[in-house]
């Protein structure tokens, strides 16, 4: 039997969610692979197709784009015994479709490339963090897309400090914009400004990888902080402020008067993160805060 286990994605927003002309530059942006589960899938050969999950048409469709590339696939029974909440901001599409993609390909002995497989499936239209992040570990710097697309720049990945420790927040059943909503919302954007971008990027440059680098925590989460926030500003037409609902502002606020100095929201939300020098400033902010209808886990960045 052939098991997939992956992590979480944490995303800390997009540079241009849409093109500027004047950087050519769209896409783009941080995030991280931590180490709280994600999806669990397990494969084993059978005399035809078996798929067992709770929406086995998502894994179907899958399964059908991986069919498309190799048409000798042999039947599988596949069973997701593990969801991270979807459409929460953790990555959960773009982590199915890369273990589904990675089981597939192991049991009938094809070759695995977690971007050729992505592109297979339809995942990281926009961002490549989650992708590169699936076998790759450290902070996740996507330096995006040429304005029309066609140029992908690297992903780099820099080693994080070992001790520093996100809290994720993961608010019930609420989910955030997905499918059809989420590119309705694409849609809706105007131009980003680009002297927002510009502002982004030199946080990026000046401030968080080189905190990252030297280890320099209360730079860190204070740039990250500002980061996530001016990210939220580019969606003010399809979201309420800078943050995906005023619920998800408040907690934010909550969390602030907890003692959080990094925080935000991954990707659309509502998945939250705050992050902390170490285990035990987690934990004491884990104990303090009250977030009511929320989990709170703590997590590690995946190792470089």
Request: proline share 5%; net charge neutral; glycine share 10%.
């Amino acid at each position: 039997m052939i098991r997939i286990r992956t992590n979480r994605r944490l995303h800390f927003g997009l540079l241009a969610p849409v093109p500027v002309s004047e950087l050519d530059l769209v896409y783009g942006g941080l995030g991280v692979m931590v180490d709280t589960p994600g999806i669990e899938v397990t494969a084993e050969h059978a005399g035809e197709w078996h798929i067992q999950d709770d929406d086995p048409s998502t894994v179907s469709r899958i399964v059908h784009h991986l069919k498309s590339r190799f048409t000798d696939l042999l039947p599988l029974k596949l069973e997701v015994l593990r969801h991270a909440p979807a459409h929460q901001g953790w990555g959960t599409g773009t982590q199915l479709a890369l273990a589904v993609a990675q089981a597939c390909c192991l049991a009938a002995s094809k070759p695995w490339n977690a971007i050729e497989m992505a592109c297979v499936t339809g995942r990281g239209s926009r961002s490549g963090i989650g992708i590169v992040g699936y076998e790759q570990g450290g902070f996740l710097f996507d330096q995006g897309k040429s304005a029309d697309g066609k140029v992908q720049s690297p992903v780099i990945s820099i080693p994080f400090p070992e001790s520093w420790t996100f809290v994720l927040v993961e608010p019930g059943q609420e989910q955030g914009l997905f499918a059809e909503s989420e590119r309705s919302a694409f849609s809706q954007l105007q131009q980003a400004k680009v002297e927002v971008v510009r502002q982004m990027q030199n946080i990026i440059r000046d401030q968080i990888l080189h905190a990252v680098q030297n280890r320099q925590f209360e730079i860190f989460a204070r740039a990250l902080t500002e980061y996530n926030r001016l990210a939220g500003t580019h969606y003010h037409k399809v979201q309420q402020g800078d943050y995906s609902s005023e619920l998800n502002a408040t907690r934010l606020e909550m969390m602030k008067l907890a003692g959080a100095i990094g925080l935000g929201q991954s990707s659309w939300g509502p998945g939250l993160f705050a992050v902390f020098p170490d285990e035990a400033a987690a934990k004491t902010f884990i104990d303090s805060v009250k977030l009511p209808g929320c989990t709170l886990r703590m997590a590690k960045v995946k190792g470089a």
